[in-house]
């Protein structure tokens, strides 16, 4: 495989001074359908995710509940993994900062970083938010009543401190002549204003040592200090490839394709993880999408509101693939986002239930009835056919397109469109009726509707995987007949279907 083939996609790796909730399932979630979008479409991919497991704000959840730092990480790290098995993730490596392989490429950037001058020791003074393990500039600090806070709302504390630091005011003008050369770099556009406009206001260089706890990888041949968490953290995208070996089988997957995270976590994979990279001499990662904050029906989620929502608890109430199509259907990608119960009893009754589901069932107990369960040939071409059949051929390439700019809800509409479609086509078909009046005709409809419903299934696999797989059984496609080249042949005439059923239940939620 040559290497435009490959494709690297990781999420970010989460914290564990909690359990998951429903927004580190989302990420996960947008990285996982662009991984099986990709393998789909032929590529080569590795998906990465994994857990944050150093830095004060563990060592501190860790000490809140009387736990060993390295015990308390192990346990919730399993959560984590265990979210990703429930939510069904492809992913290929899940990484854990607290592993040797992750210390040894830490400690090896850290010396190509100091070998090439970009690393001086020194003394920090200043404010810095445990919740964000964030250092602020003191004209960002606001106070009430006598706290002082960071713009996001997090609690600052005044570190004095001995620290080793990177020299990342160099890097301000090559970091804006990357972006101008580069301008798919950061994505959505408004994130990428913010991110320049931040970095032509001036960098300092930043503090990556701290002394003052224990809980991190060690500096190489100063272990007072251990690594500034942000750069322990970000090195993990090149630990799972094998780095510092760039001899791996897997060394040819950098640089990444697209970093998926969170708005909160732009600044750190923007401006200072390519920084970092070009300062090790290390090429820098295509593209970095920011997407946007669930809020809970209108309001923040946050543990003291008590409004954490758990993903797992949503599955089980909904079902795996009511969810994840949910969760990516409903919000712009990009955007901020408010998860109510409503919309989403709505959206699956009406896009699931309603058009995909009564579209498939509709054709399918029809061939069953009318045609012995036998897939009908196509008669001889009907004006009324270019409608449905252009925008089948259409299908594939559209929804590529709109995932390769990570939109995933335009890729959903258009799937949507196409369900819509072929639910006024049938009506305006009415192969019930051709049944009495022409059987070669009413063969032709439903053969063009299961050809319809075939390329829905497909395209629909990285979103709705176990329930796509169960559709595609009904319509008789096999198994290694499942990727987006193989559309291109069409199923023998004759291939037996079995005894369809209904993919999607209308959902009755009393509480919404
Ligand atoms: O920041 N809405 O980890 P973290 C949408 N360890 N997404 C949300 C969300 C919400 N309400 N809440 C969290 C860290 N997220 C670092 C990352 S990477 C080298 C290190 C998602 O556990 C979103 O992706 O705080 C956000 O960026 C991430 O969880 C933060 O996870």
């Not at 990781?10 to 662009?34: E, Q, R, W």
């Not at 001899?247 to 600044?267: E, M, Q, S, Y």
């Not at 058009?355 to 196509?378: E, F, H």
């Not at 397109?401 to 078909?429: K, Y």
Request: net charge negative; charged share 20%; with cysteine.
């Amino acid at each position: 495989m040559t290497s435009e083939r490959r494709f690297y996609l990781t999420t970010p790796i989460y914290y564990v001074n909690d359990k998951p909730h429903i927004g580190h399932a989302y990420t996960s979630l947008a990285v996982d359908v662009l991984a099986r979008w990709k393998r789909m479409a032929g590529y080569q991919v590795f998906m990465l995710t994994g857990t944050d497991e150093h830095g004060q704000k563990v060592e501190k959840a860790a000490e809140a509940r009387g736990m060993d730092p390295q015990a308390f990480t192990d346990q919730v790290s399993q959560a984590f993994r265990d979210l990703a098995s429930r939510m069904n993730y492809s992913n290929d490596d899940f990484i854990r900062t607290t592993e040797e392989r992750h210390k040894t490429a830490c400690a090896a950037l850290w010396k190509r970083l100091q070998d090439n001058g970009a690393i001086y020791l020194g003394h920090y003074e200043g404010w810095y938010a445990v919740r964000d393990e964030a250092f602020y500039g003191p004209d960002e600090i606001t106070e009430k009543d006598g706290q002082k806070f960071a713009p996001t709302g997090a609690p600052v504390e005044w570190v004095r401190e001995p620290s080793y630091f990177f020299r990342l005011a160099d890097w301000q003008d090559r970091l804006l002549a990357y972006y101008d050369a580069h301008p798919d770099f950061i994505a959505p556009q408004t994130r990428r204003n913010e991110v320049i406009s931040f970095v032509k206001n001036g960098l300092t260089d930043l503090s990556i040592s701290r002394t003052s706890f224990k809980w991190g990888v060690k500096v190489p041949g100063d272990e007072a200090h251990v690594m500034y968490v942000w750069l322990d953290a970000l090195t993990n995208y090149i630990t799972a490839l094998g780095y510092p070996d760039e001899n791996t089988a897997l060394w040819p997957f950098w640089p990444a394709d697209v970093h998926f995270v969170g708005k909160d976590i732009l600044r750190f994979h923007a401006i200072y993880w390519p920084a970092f990279l070009m300062a090790a001499g290390l090429p820098v990662p295509h593209r970095v999408f920011a997407h946007g904050w669930w809020t809970n029906e209108g309001q923040k989620i946050s543990k003291s509101v008590g409004n954490v929502i758990d993903p797992l608890q949503l599955v089980e109430q909904y079902g795996l693939d009511a969810v994840r199509f949910f969760l990516l259907r409903e919000v712009p990608f990009g955007n901020d986002g408010d998860f109510s119960r409503k919309s989403l009893v709505q959206r699956l009754n009406s896009e699931l239930a309603n058009d995909l589901g009564n579209l498939a069932q509709r054709t399918l107990s029809l061939i069953q009835k009318n045609c012995d369960g036998q897939l009908p040939a196509a008669g001889a071409p009907h004006p009324a056919d270019a409608e449905l059949l252009d925008a089948v051929a259409a299908l594939p390439g559209r929804v590529g397109e709109a995932l390769d700019r990570q939109a995933f809800h335009e890729a959903l509409e258009r799937i949507q469109s196409l369900s819509r479609l072929g639910n006024s086509w049938i009506d305006a078909q009415k192969p019930w009726s051709l049944k009495k009046t022409d059987l070669v005709r009413m063969a032709s409809v439903l053969r063009h509707l299961h050809t319809a419903l075939r390329a829905l299934a497909t395209v629909l696999q990285p979103f709705m995987p176990d329930t796509m797989s169960q559709m595609l059984d009904q319509l008789g496609v096999p198994v290694q007949a499942r990727d987006l080249a193989a559309l291109d042949t069409l199923l023998p005439d004759g291939t037996t279907l079995p005894p369809p059923s209904p993919l999607f239940q209308k959902i009755q939620d009393d509480a919404v």
